[in-house]
């Protein structure tokens, strides 16, 4: 069997400037992989995966002929010898995650289309388990943000405020008077030390905040424990928890582990660690980047393994050049999907 590969760079425009305790960005850029059969068969896969997790877009770009080429004449059902020949190709297991997410994403589309089932089906998971996701409010001025997070609220019930400024507490207090019921969920992204840490986990869960995100950087594992037994909210791990290795060690530091096919590599690291955090008592969020909907369909079908879902990256775009599963209110609700593969199809 041989597979034509191909990929392209889509540079997509942000709906409103999207603000993190690291910086704001106005374009995602994404990169989407097509894979063909000779039967006529095609997957497609994305991720934006140049940030904080992977190198730059040259060496992806430079480094994609390279992995396309290895898995080329693989069986897309074939996902162990994918795994080792991407790994090969990559540098390393845990090497250039986002380049293999996109590869891993267009290859399990197309394996689920070749026996005509919904990814869903192929991964043997239960689709009467209805999830909604939060929908995200990035950093901003702060009456940006209340206004934002109430225009989002009349259809979204659960928001994620991202926080990391020198005025959390001013941007909490605006948000929350203005949707006094949505579920609110916040995320520092590593932004603050654990002292600082405790003391807004407690101001937080005054707010009646959920959960907080990644409250202390991406290496602070003591920070992260205290902020989890000092502080009165659950505490989850996204930056803190990219490779496998990352789950057992975060379980000592966090109650949630966040985990997203661009960060690990695509749908089978993924579906791994979300069994490997559940053997080590973590509850499970299913997270993504600001991406295009060639990558988040995949991760929707994921969700039956999840506690929690963050999957809004693609409506944070003001366009896309491809539809996913239909999320009305943020509600990902599998037994409605009737397209097999991913359901990622191009506008
Ligand atoms: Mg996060």
Same mark, same amino acid.
């Given at each position: 069997?041989?597979? !034509?590969? +191909?990929?392209?760079?889509?540079?997509?425009?942000?709906?409103?400037?999207?603000?993190?305790?690291?910086?704001?960005?106005?374009?995602?850029?994404?990169?989407?992989?097509?894979?063909?059969?000779?039967?006529?068969? &095609?997957?497609?896969?994305? !991720? @934006?995966?140049?940030?904080?997790?992977?190198?730059?877009?040259?060496?992806?770009?430079?480094?994609?002929?390279?992995?396309?080429?290895?898995?080329?004449?693989?069986?897309?059902?074939?996902?162990?010898?994918?795994?080792?020949?991407? +790994?090969?190709?990559?540098?390393?297991?845990?090497?250039?995650?986002?380049?293999? @997410?996109?590869?891993?994403? !267009?290859?399990?589309?197309?394996?689920?289309?070749?026996?005509?089932?919904?990814?869903?089906?192929?991964?043997?998971?239960?689709?009467?388990? $209805?999830?909604?996701?939060?929908?995200?409010?990035?950093?901003?001025?702060?009456?940006?943000? +209340?206004?934002?997070?109430?225009?989002?609220?009349?259809?979204?019930?659960?928001?994620?405020?991202?926080?990391?400024?020198?005025?959390?507490?001013?941007?909490?207090?605006?948000?929350?008077?203005?949707?006094?019921?949505?579920?609110? &969920?916040?995320? +520092?992204?590593?932004?603050?030390?654990?002292?600082?840490?405790?003391?807004?986990? &407690?101001?937080?869960?005054?707010? /009646?905040?959920?959960?907080?995100?990644?409250?202390?950087?991406? #290496?602070?594992?003591?920070?992260?424990?205290?902020?989890?037994?000092?502080? $009165?909210? *659950?505490?989850?791990? #996204?930056?803190?928890?990219?490779?496998?290795?990352?789950? *057992?060690?975060?379980?000592?530091?966090?109650?949630?582990?966040?985990?997203?096919?661009?960060?690990?590599?695509?749908?089978?690291?993924?579906?791994?660690?979300?069994? !490997?955090?559940?053997?080590?008592?973590?509850?499970?969020?299913?997270?993504?980047?600001?991406?295009?909907? @060639?990558?988040? /369909? @995949?991760?929707?079908?994921?969700? *039956?393994?999840?506690?929690?879902?963050?999957?809004?990256?693609?409506?944070?775009?003001?366009? #896309?050049?491809?539809?996913?599963?239909?999320? *009305?209110?943020?509600?990902?609700?599998?037994?409605?999907? #009737?397209?097999?593969?991913?359901?990622?199809?191009?506008?």
């Amino acid at each position: 069997m041989t597979l !034509a590969t +191909a990929f392209d760079w889509h540079d997509l425009e942000l709906d409103e400037p999207f603000g993190i305790s690291r910086g704001t960005t106005t374009v995602s850029e994404n990169v989407v992989v097509r894979v063909e059969d000779e039967a006529g068969h &095609r997957g497609v896969g994305g !991720a @934006a995966p140049a940030d904080y997790y992977s190198p730059s877009r040259e060496a992806i770009t430079d480094a994609l002929p390279d992995l396309l080429a290895a898995v080329a004449d693989c069986d897309p059902h074939n996902r162990q010898r994918i795994a080792r020949r991407l +790994a090969a190709a990559a540098g390393g297991p845990t090497a250039l995650p986002g380049a293999r @997410a996109a590869v891993s994403i !267009a290859l399990t589309d197309l394996a689920a289309k070749r026996v005509d089932l919904p990814l869903y089906r192929l991964l043997g998971l239960d689709p009467d388990r $209805p999830i909604t996701s939060s929908f995200t409010v990035g950093i901003d001025d702060t009456d940006r943000m +209340a206004e934002r997070a109430a225009r989002a609220a009349e259809t979204y019930g659960i928001l994620k405020l991202k926080l990391g400024t020198d005025r959390d507490r001013e941007i909490v207090r605006a948000v929350r008077d203005r949707v006094p019921d949505a579920t609110i &969920r916040v995320d +520092a992204n590593g932004a603050w030390d654990a002292d600082e840490a405790v003391t807004m986990a &407690r101001f937080l869960a005054d707010q /009646a905040i959920e959960f907080v995100e990644q409250p202390v950087p991406a #290496d602070d594992l003591a920070g992260l424990a205290r902020v989890s037994e000092d502080g $009165p909210l *659950p505490v989850a791990a #996204d930056e803190s928890c990219v490779v496998p290795a990352d789950v *057992p060690r975060v379980a000592e530091a966090a109650d949630i582990v966040v985990l997203k096919l661009t960060k690990s590599g695509g749908v089978w690291p993924v579906f791994r660690m979300c069994h !490997a955090a559940r053997a080590c008592g973590l509850d499970v969020m299913l997270g993504c980047m600001t991406e295009t909907d @060639a990558s988040i /369909a @995949a991760a929707a079908h994921l969700t *039956p393994l999840s506690d929690y879902a963050d999957l809004d990256g693609a409506l944070l775009l003001a366009e #896309d050049a491809f539809e996913g599963i239909e999320m *009305p209110g943020g509600e990902i609700d599998l037994s409605r999907v #009737d397209r097999v593969g991913t359901g990622a199809q191009e506008r």
